[in-house]
Structure formats: C-alpha cells, structure tokens
C-alpha cells in the first residue's frame, strides 16, 4: 500500500520539482507562438490537474505487485517530466518535439494497459492524452516559428 500511495503523488512530487528547476529558464512569453497558444497561467493550473488525475488513475488500477504495469507509468512519468528541461533549459524545441512524440507513444500504450484494468481511470487519463496532443501541436508550431 505505501508504494502505490508513494507512486500515486509521484506525479505531483516529481512536477513540482521540475517546476522549480526550470522556473528560471521560462522564455514561454518570448517565443513566437502559433494560433490558439493559451497564456503562461494555463500551465502550471492544468499540469496540476492532470498530474493529481494521474495519480488517481494509478491508485485505482494498480494492485501491489504489477512490475510492468509500473514500469510503463514510470517510463510515461519520466518522459513527461524531462520534457520540459529539454524545451525550456536546453532550449532544443525539435528534440523535445521528438521527445514528446515518445511520451505521446507511451502514454497511449500506459492508457491501453488502464483499459483492462480500470474503466474509470482509463477516462480520467483522456484529458491528459488531449492536453499531449495540445502540446505537441504548440511544440511543433514553436520548433517551426523560433
């Protein structure tokens, strides 16, 4: 019980530390943006929700000892938070395009894993798969404009 509860807030742990390693690396406001990019604000409000749904969806599909199951949410953890040093510290906006591209893969592949385990949070994950297409659609627009 103490890994899942652990695994379950890792979402939030894990965004929160990001958040503050690349707070001073931020040039969102900078870039040269395509049509419909939201304000800085949306940001941190939706990472907040969709990494508290995360958690909630692994807490209800997940038993004690799913090792694979855990390593296809931590690899999709990982993708997810690393992407963000590669846009906005190393500032490689087409590798983190690529980059996300990979995160969508495994995201898709984690939301699969959830279908046979867990309906209600296989939905809870569905604003999450839309928010990744939503990024990539600003990532590419920002690799193709900057």
Same mark, same amino acid.
């Given at each position: 019980? /103490? %890994?899942?509860?652990?695994?379950?807030?890792?979402?939030? +742990?894990?965004?929160?530390?990001?958040?503050? *390693?690349?707070?001073? !690396?931020?040039?969102?406001?900078? +870039?040269? %943006? @395509? @049509?419909?990019?939201? @304000?800085?604000?949306?940001?941190?409000?939706? &990472?907040? *929700?969709? !990494?508290?749904?995360?958690?909630?969806?692994?807490? +209800?599909?997940?038993?004690? #000892? #799913?090792?694979?199951?855990?390593?296809? !949410?931590?690899? =999709?953890?990982?993708?997810? +938070?690393? &992407?963000?040093?590669? $846009? $906005?510290?190393? /500032?490689? !906006?087409?590798?983190?395009?690529?980059?996300?591209?990979?995160?969508?893969?495994?995201?898709?592949?984690? &939301? %699969? #894993?959830? /279908? =046979?385990?867990n309906k209600i949070s296989t939905y809870l994950q569905i604003p999450y798969l839309l928010w990744l297409c939503f990024a990539a659609y600003l990532n590419l627009g920002i690799s193709i404009l900057n």
């Amino acid at each position: 019980m /103490k %890994k899942r509860i652990f695994y379950s807030i890792l979402p939030i +742990l894990g965004g929160t530390l990001i958040g503050l *390693i690349i707070g001073g !690396y931020m040039n969102y406001e900078t +870039l040269i %943006k @395509p @049509p419909f990019a939201p @304000p800085p604000i949306l940001f941190p409000i939706a &990472w907040t *929700i969709l !990494y508290i749904l995360m958690g909630i969806s692994y807490f +209800l599909a997940t038993k004690e #000892e #799913e090792k694979e199951f855990d390593r296809l !949410y931590l690899l =999709q953890l990982f993708l997810n +938070l690393f &992407w963000p040093i590669i $846009f $906005f510290v190393l /500032k490689m !906006y087409w590798a983190a395009f690529l980059w996300l591209l990979l995160l969508l893969y495994t995201v898709v592949l984690w &939301w %699969k #894993e959830l /279908k =046979q385990k867990n309906k209600i949070s296989t939905y809870l994950q569905i604003p999450y798969l839309l928010w990744l297409c939503f990024a990539a659609y600003l990532n590419l627009g920002i690799s193709i404009l900057n």
